[in-house]
């Protein structure tokens, strides 16, 4: 199994950024894809995932109605749209994969290697 995620970087507050992460090693329907984050010095926090029953999304209310998660499943590939974003979002952003989303969101049985993502005040 393996991700590769990019699109993090530097942002001001109220900026966007679009995060990319491409999954491969396993069958995409038999698992829903999200992401976690890490903030320095603090635990996982889940983001947003979509699950693999119904394909339906799910957020973290600290991101509800500011982040979007889409999915591409011809090329494995899931998407995180974040906009308006705050200082507080600055975080290690990983990609995962479970088939148990969104109750496994934080301790994934799989995920990538991380973005950073930045937002400065």
């Known amino acids: 199994v393996r991700f590769v995620a990019s699109g993090g970087g530097l942002v001001q507050a109220g900026g966007s950024l679009r995060l990319s992460c491409e999954a491969s090693g396993f069958t995409l329907d038999d698992y829903g894809l999200g992401w976690f984050r890490q903030a320095p010095g603090k635990g996982r926090e889940g983001v947003s995932c979509i699950t693999r029953r119904d394909y339906s999304t799910w957020y973290g209310d600290s991101v509800k109605g500011r982040f979007t998660i889409s999915s591409d499943n011809a090329k494995k590939t899931v998407y995180l749209q974040m906009n308006n974003l705050k200082p507080e979002d600055t975080a290690v952003y990983y990609c995962?994969?479970?088939?148990?989303?969104?109750?496994?969101?934080?301790?994934?049985?799989?995920w990538g290697q991380g973005t950073q993502v930045t937002v400065s005040s």
């Open positions: 995962a994969a479970d088939i148990d989303l969104p109750q496994t969101i934080k301790t994934p049985d799989y």
